[in-house]
């Protein structure tokens, strides 16, 4: 079975992306494509975004007469193969990438978007909207989205129909997504975001403290995202105070990758100040905050970095911390006087 109308995918699209723009070039929708193609697989409920195997992209190949390569270029698993490790793509959560979850059919969390971008005259899902560190569209300078303003369903365009073929509507209440009024964003995200997008796709970029590879970066920015994440819940609170952050936003304590856009643009930059720091100037900065040795971990999620080792060693334990003194004061506590407690009374009077 040969689709009668060619699709050609864009260098940056999802796979997803493009399977719906193939169903609905030729007539169908999503999930009577992929019904036809694999009737006994409940497709849609998989994230095949991150990888597919060879089974599903031979015949999605075999339809679209697209070749198995260029479909495989689609996947995130291809995008981020240069820092993903085996090890980190054996947890349920990849590194970097927003977990795509289900309530239904309809999707809770994962494929975010800009509604300019939706405006283009060649609309497609970009595969940078679903990588935790991208919150905003460079293009257009707003931050990305997750959900509809009216009816809050998450952006599920694989459940457009063959009668309501427009996927940049919600598949819900049916409010135009393009019209949507997006937040402005923030320069210093707008910045970092980009560099470290040049930094997955340069081969030889400039990494900050002197990191030689690209693996050591990444697994040194998993470290920190991880590190921000648990001193938001900690008594180190105060490093905030000196990255001069205002951390009032709510603390969802899951991973970087699966936390709200807020959450994620928060940790974000505070890596960005650590970066801008030297590394001697931040070791101080951790000492200042009182941040002990045991919050950071090394080790995490399949990957290991030699800088946060290097980082962790010269902070102190937390037992040479000194103690908060909660020995008695000295000073006996009286009651007050009769004249001093009328006077306070009055003090208070006109308020009661
Ligand atoms: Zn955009
Ligand atoms: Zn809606």
Redesign the pocket.
């Known amino acids: 079975m040969l689709s009668p109308i060619k699709v050609t995918p864009f260098k940056d699209e999802l796979l997803s992306s493009w399977i719906v723009r193939l169903a609905l070039a030729n007539g169908t929708d999503p999930l009577s494509l992929s019904g036809a193609i694999f009737p006994s697989q409940r497709v849609w409920s998989r994230d095949f975004d991150k990888s597919l195997n060879v089974e599903f992209l031979k015949a999605l190949s075999n339809i679209s007469g697209i070749p198995i390569s260029a479909l495989t270029k689609l996947t995130l698993e291809n995008h981020l193969s240069s820092i993903l490790t085996p090890k980190s793509k054996n947890n349920a959560v990849w590194p970097w990438v927003i977990p795509l979850a289900h309530r239904n059919r309809v999707h809770t969390n994962g494929l975010h978007f800009c509604p300019e971008c939706l405006r283009e005259k060649d609309v497609y899902f970009k595969r940078d909207w679903r990588i935790s560190w991208n919150t905003c569209c460079t293009d257009h300078e707003l931050n990305f989205r997750l959900g ?1 303003p ?2 809050n ?1 998450a952006f599920s365009p694989h459940l457009v129909t063959y009668d309501k073929p427009d996927f940049c509507c ?1 598949v ?2 049916g ?1 135009d997504l393009r019209a949507v009024v997006q937040k402005e964003v923030d320069p210093e995200i707008v910045y970092f975001q980009g560099q470290l997008n040049r930094f997955l796709s340069d081969n030889t970029p400039e990494y900050p403290w002197k990191i030689k590879s690209k693996t050591e970066f990444f697994a040194t920015l998993n470290s920190l995202t991880s590190f921000i994440q648990k001193t938001r819940s900690s008594q180190s609170k105060h490093l905030f105070q000196y990255l001069d952050i205002n951390d009032s936003i709510l603390n969802s304590q899951t991973s970087f990758s699966n936390s709200s856009l807020k959450e994620r643009q928060l940790t974000v930059r505070c890596c960005f100040r650590m970066f801008s720091l030297q590394l001697d100037e931040l070791i101080k900065l951790l000492k200042d905050a009182k941040v002990f040795r045991s919050s950071l971990r090394p080790t995490l999620h399949g990957y290991s970095s030699q800088t946060i080792k290097t980082i962790k060693q010269q902070l102190p334990s937390y037992k040479t911390y000194e103690k908060p003194n909660y020995q008695k004061s000295s000073q006996e506590i009286h009651p007050r006087s009769k004249d001093e407690v009328e006077k306070l009374m009055d003090e208070i009077r006109c308020f009661l």
């Open positions: 509809c009216k009816c369903t919600c819900h209440c409010l």
